[in-house]
């Protein structure tokens, strides 16, 4: 059985300033909908949009959080590459200067996780 296609054949055709035209974009921006005939039909049929809101605070807090989401999971991938390293070692000396030397590492990722505990305690005091 074929599908039946509801094309759109029919066309209204009204006039505006170009305030009012203006003023519908600006509208449909704020809407879910991605094309002005989109926001337009759902208007006139419908009689409702649904209408996006964003809230700045969260935004910054999420820019933020991706960013060290970005050099945590950086620092995790150099430190599970070590340790990698250090399960290959047998000898205890061998061991023992992976330790000194990866300690500057251990120090990194701990500032690191302090800071986005401190990051996310500020933004959740100001929400």
């Not at 030397?101 to 701990?110: A, G, I, Q």
């Amino acid at each position: 059985m074929k599908a039946v296609k509801n094309n759109r054949t029919k066309f209204i055709t009204f006039r505006l300033t170009p305030e009012e035209y203006t003023s519908i974009t600006e509208r449909c921006k704020t809407t879910t909908a991605r094309k002005i005939s989109i926001y337009m039909r759902s208007i006139v049929l419908d009689g409702k949009v649904t209408i996006l809101t964003r809230d700045a605070s969260l935004d910054a807090f999420m820019t933020e959080l991706i960013k060290l989401r970005k050099e945590l999971s950086a620092i995790g991938n150099n430190y599970n590459q070590a340790v990698k390293k250090l399960n290959s070692y047998s000898d205890y000396q061998d061991v023992k200067l992976w330790l000194l030397f990866h300690e500057k590492d251990h120090v990194l990722f701990s500032r690191k996780v302090e800071e986005i505990k401190s990051a996310i305690n500020q933004f959740a005091e100001s929400w």
